[in-house]
């Protein structure tokens, strides 16, 4: 089973043997977006559930999208 990236990988079994897995564990990396002065909302819980643009308070011409990774974009 591939382990997403925005999650830490945790072997499940010794790496040398055949069966070696991974289970996936949401690692809190809070992250700041300098320049709007916000927290970023691309978490772990937002990827998992779709979410990845969101609105820019304030702004209707700013937006902020997600990668994969969990890294925030402003567009």
């Known amino acids: 089973m591939p382990c997403?990236?925005?999650h830490s990988p945790t072997l499940t079994t010794p790496p040398s043997s055949s069966s070696?897995?991974?289970?996936?564990?949401?690692?809190?990396?809070?992250?700041?977006i300098t320049s709007l002065g916000i927290p970023?909302?691309?978490?772990a819980?937002?990827?998992q559930t779709g979410r990845i643009l969101?609105?820019?308070a304030n702004s209707n011409k700013?937006?902020?999208?997600?990668?994969?990774?969990?890294n925030a974009h402003v567009g």
């Open 20 to 32: 070696a897995g991974c289970t996936e564990t949401i690692v809190a990396q809070p992250t700041y």
């Open 54 to 56: 969101f609105s820019v």
């Open 45 to 47: 819980h937002s990827l």
């Open 4 to 6: 997403r990236l925005y």
């Open 40 to 43: 970023s909302p691309c978490t």
């Open 62 to 70: 700013q937006y902020i999208q997600c990668d994969a990774a969990g």
